[in-house]
């Protein structure tokens, strides 16, 4: 089974429902499936915040990477302030397109279709995922730091793959937020991961 990356910037807001269909089978139990229109309105601040993965064979969209760029106001909500995850409530004029003095990322979603779990979907887009934030970096955009919130077991043994270290236990949903900087963000952007997970956040 082959596989080709696809990128925000190449796409347009159509290609969302796609997301979104996997969002519906993905986070349906846990209850964190997010609107349409409020993935719309985020994407329209900066379209530069999705990293997908589809099947050359079938074209089925097989799995994405969901990062937006946050204003110092929401950075600093989710990772010091929130005591339930911030998701799909995120409003727009929370984000700022990316920007050349430094730029931090929040992880609103991973999620893999369940139909490609044991394929080389997962390997493959993270690897397409740090080697687009190197191209972003390349590009004049740099990265200061990445949070994600864990809302799985899965989750959380992806994040730790990925070097990011628990940052704290939200009180409202028992949710985990995690960062990702300095030194363990440049052994990310190395490639340099840590004993292998499950991507899903």
Same mark, same amino acid.
């Given at each position: 089974m082959n596989f080709k990356l696809q990128y925000g910037e190449d796409f347009d807001e159509n290609y969302l429902k796609r997301i979104m269909e996997i969002d519906e089978i993905v986070y349906a139990e846990d209850?964190?499936?997010?609107?349409?229109?409020?993935?719309?309105?985020?994407?329209?601040?900066?379209?530069?915040?999705?990293?997908?993965?589809?099947?050359?064979?079938?074209?089925?969209?097989?799995?994405?990477?969901?990062?937006?760029?946050?204003?110092?106001?929401?950075?600093?909500?989710?990772?010091?302030?929130?005591?339930?995850?911030?998701?799909?409530?995120?409003?727009?004029?929370?984000?700022?397109?990316?920007?050349?003095?430094?730029?931090?990322?929040?992880?609103?979603?991973?999620?893999l279709h369940p139909d490609f779990k044991d394929t080389d979907a997962i390997k493959d887009l993270s690897n397409g995922w740090i080697d687009y934030l190197n191209r972003l970096e390349t590009s004049g955009y740099p990265i &200061?730091?990445? &949070?994600? &919130?864990?809302?799985?077991?899965?989750?959380?043994?992806?994040?730790?793959r990925m070097q990011f270290e628990q940052e704290r236990i939200l009180r409202e949903d028992g949710n985990i937020v995690y960062v990702c900087e300095e030194q363990n963000l440049q052994?990310?952007?190395?490639?340099?991961?840590?004993?292998?997970?499950?991507l899903r956040k």
């Open positions: 209850g964190y499936v997010g609107e349409l229109k409020n993935m719309v309105a985020r994407y329209l601040v900066d379209p530069r915040q999705f990293v997908c993965i589809e099947d050359t064979e079938s074209g089925r969209l097989a799995g994405y990477i969901n990062f937006i760029p946050c204003t110092k106001a929401l950075y600093e909500d989710i990772r010091y302030q929130s005591e339930h995850i911030r998701d799909d409530d995120i409003r727009p004029q929370e984000l700022e397109p990316l920007k050349q003095t430094g730029n931090d990322l929040f992880i609103i979603s991973i999620a &200061t730091s990445i &949070t994600a &919130t864990a809302v799985s077991p899965d989750g959380r043994k992806a994040l730790h052994k990310l952007k190395k490639k340099e991961l840590r004993l292998h997970g499950q």
